[in-house]
């Protein structure tokens, strides 16, 4: 098997470690070495599956070829990490839980560094970019375009041909409308749901989603 680690020692990060157990039940794929988090002491004890290996400094160290999942919840922060990593040695898998639905395969393309979680399900014609967060029971519809460093809560709703571009988070339970395009660093509120296209930068919430100034 091949030795993976995750960078974020908190709950989401715990919950990866649980979805690399859940993959290797089906297919034994990944030995979980340990944690790499600059908040937390070495040697730290987070989970029945592992202990924290150390921060940046030891990660870009690395010596051996090493498989890395980013577990954060904030699209800036996974971008800003991500950025941190320069060691030739590591490389960044996909993790897809064993129940992922696709209604084509031939048709859907995924990045590297996502993470899909449990209950998604991408219709045909959808791309990925890098670096996406799909926490669990997310639904994209045909033709939907995802670029990087995007997070989905639990439960969110991508209709047909939907554009999305970069470090964008949607709450729990939202929805976006077909053919929206949307840019970069929104923010979409629980529960809300979008009809038209957003600014960039900016913060929605309700139904429908209206811009959220504070």
């Excluded at 993976?4 to 039940?25: D, Q, V």
């Excluded at 599956?49 to 699209?75: E, H, R």
Aim: hydrophobic share 40%; proline share 4%.
């Amino acid at each position: 098997m091949k030795d993976i680690a995750i960078y974020g020692a908190g709950g989401l990060g715990r919950e990866i470690a649980c979805l690399i157990h859940k993959i290797n039940e089906v297919s034994p794929t990944w030995n979980l070495i340990g944690f790499f988090d600059d908040g937390y002491n070495s040697n730290q004890a987070i989970s029945t599956y592992g202990k924290v290996l150390g921060g940046m400094k030891v990660l870009n160290s690395w010596q051996a070829k090493l498989a890395i999942v980013l577990a954060f919840g904030d699209p800036h922060t996974i971008a800003h990490v991500h950025s941190l990593i320069g060691n030739v040695n590591i490389y960044f898998p996909n993790l897809i839980y064993p129940n992922f639905w696709m209604a084509d395969k031939e048709s859907v393309r995924i990045g590297e560094g996502n993470v899909i979680t449990g209950g998604c399900a991408f219709s045909c014609g959808v791309q990925v970019g890098n670096f996406n967060l799909f926490n669990g029971y997310v639904n994209l519809g045909h033709d939907v375009k995802v670029g990087s460093y995007n997070v989905f809560m639990p439960s969110v709703r991508i209709s047909g041909e939907v554009v999305i571009g970069d470090e964008n988070l949607f709450g729990v339970s939202s929805i976006v409308v077909q053919q929206l395009k949307i840019g970069n660093e929104i923010t979409l509120g629980p529960g809300s749901v979008l009809l038209h296209k957003p600014k960039d930068k900016s913060l929605y919430i309700g139904n429908p989603a209206r811009l959220f100034k504070y």
